[in-house]
């Protein structure tokens, strides 16, 4: 059974900073073969993407709204992906999920990952 587990969520005020982390576990679950993103759901809107990492982290992207304020990237000795997010937003304020892609490229969309963690709340307040 694959387990994504994030941390790292909590209330900070604008223009603060908080590092998510997830890791991954599970028997079959080969953490470094999978390509790894961050995405968020605010209350009223749909999950959008944040960003993503591959499998050696050496490609890294990143949603328009979080360019140059949020960095992601990953230990595949430790199994955990981690997003690094700094000068942050009230309009950041969501659930922040991790998901893990068996996939050959790295996607943004939702739809197309494969293992989801159960998510961490982020509350930015202004």
């Known amino acids: 059974q694959v387990q994504l587990v994030e941390s790292g969520g909590g209330q900070v005020q604008a223009g603060g900073s908080l590092r998510l982390s997830c890791a991954a576990s599970?028997?079959?679950?080969?953490?470094?073969?999978?390509?790894m993103g961050w995405f968020r759901q605010a209350p009223g809107k749909e999950r959008e993407f944040v960003a993503a990492?591959?499998?050696?982290?050496?490609?890294?992207f990143y949603a328009d709204s979080v360019k140059g304020r949020f960095t992601i990237s990953r230990d595949n000795a430790k199994n955990t992906v981690y997003l690094q997010m700094n000068s942050l937003k009230p309009e950041d304020t969501a659930v922040y999920y991790c998901a893990a892609d068996s996939g050959l490229r790295v996607v943004i969309s939702p739809e197309q990952y494969d293992y989801w963690g159960q998510g961490t709340q982020v509350t930015v307040s202004s």
């Open positions: 599970g028997r079959t679950f080969t953490f470094s073969s999978k390509n």
């Open positions: 990492i591959s499998r050696s982290g050496g490609s890294t």
